[in-house]
């Protein structure tokens, strides 16, 4: 009797130790015969992951591809009004930022030693007078604002407001004022070459999905202030 407890004793814990034993066996056998599969599946869903990133990585990460991070309305950038007391008169109905005032200046100057004749169409526009033109214009001509929005900025959204933009036109060829002609003219040949010696930059140029080119529009960016209000307009291009 007391042989058979014992015997109960050593019996019960080996039967229990062999049934664990044979369970982890059989689940090791398993796994070893699906590791190749697993390995398969494994690496064909990281080479898809490895595809997806490279093709598509802003919208992989972010997720959210129309998401307006920078502030956008209709491809235009939100622009504060400069101070009243940073603007400067530099002829009649046009105003500028006191920064570039000595640059375009100068800019017009030189481009008349080379026989070319600058005319400043629009400088400074505040932000009242940029909304009579997105919504009056707009209304005229029976727009809906994002086809406006290609040829004139919403207000709060125009570099005019900030000073720092310049409508330029050729004073040998008024007729392509505001125009994409301008393009053609001997002035604005001129801008694309000399230019930037004064720090302006064309700011719409051909490149620009939702605002069309505008020859005319030029911004300057010889100052840090300057550079500050187009750093995310810089930055996106
Ligand atoms: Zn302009």
Redesign the pocket.
Known sequence: MEQEKDINQFDIPFAKRSHINNSYSALLKKILIFSPFLFFLFSLTALQLIRKIELEPFSYFNNQTDVNYDQRILGHLPYKEIPKEKLVLIEPNIEVHIDMRDSLLKMREEAKKDGIYLVFL?GYRSINLQNDIFYSLKSIRNQEAAERARVSAPPGYS??STGF???IGDATQRETDFEIEFENTDAFRWLKKNAAKFHFKL?FNKNNKYIDF?P??WRYEGSIEALKVFESSNRKL
């Open positions: 629009s570099e005019h933009a310049i409508d700011s505008e005319w529009h």
